[in-house]
């Protein structure tokens, strides 16, 4: 004889009684973070600190912006004075430049030479730029943009 089958047990689900269940929850973990929260800011007030300590810190972090501010001035400066050796600031004139380039417009930007324009000349290739298009790619890179030259080779 077959052995009867157990009886299914089907559970309905009722969409109004769920969302309620989850809202509850979602209640529930709300305030345990909460509380979690709040004991955790609780435990970091304890740690109250001298306010002597505190302002010796905040001389010693001024004191360490300052050099810092000290050696990136200086290391500017003497990248100015490099590039002041390794390029040379000229007017532009379209009869007196003479470049090893053949067209008469900056390879940044693409944009032609006006006359009386300034512009940086590389001394190791003569190549020409813009002076403000050259100075935001040696900010970058100490090579020329056309032949990839390094400027400090002259």
């Not at 304890?46 to 001035?73: A, G, K, M, Y």
């Not at 390794?86 to 067209?103: A, D, F, H």
């Not at 290739?125 to 002259?154: S, V, Y």
């Amino acid at each position: 004889m077959a052995k009867p089958m157990p009886p299914q047990v089907f559970i309905i689900l009722d969409g109004a009684r769920n969302s309620m269940d989850i809202c509850l929850i979602g209640l529930c973990l709300f305030f345990f973070f909460y509380h979690v929260l709040d004991w955790f800011f609780i435990w970091l007030r304890r740690f109250d600190f001298d306010p002597i300590w505190s302002h010796q810190t905040n001389l010693c972090v001024l004191e360490i912006l300052n050099r810092f501010l000290q050696t990136s001035e200086e290391r500017q400066r003497q990248r100015e004075q490099t590039l002041n050796k390794m390029t040379r600031l000229v007017n532009y004139k379209r009869q007196e430049t003479t470049t090893s380039s053949s067209s008469s417009g900056c390879a940044i930007c693409l944009e032609t030479f006006a006359d009386d324009e300034t512009c940086r000349i590389f001394l190791v290739c003569n190549h020409i730029f813009h002076l403000n298009c050259i100075d935001g790619w040696l900010e970058i890179n100490l090579t020329c943009p056309l032949c990839r030259n390094c400027i400090l080779d002259a």
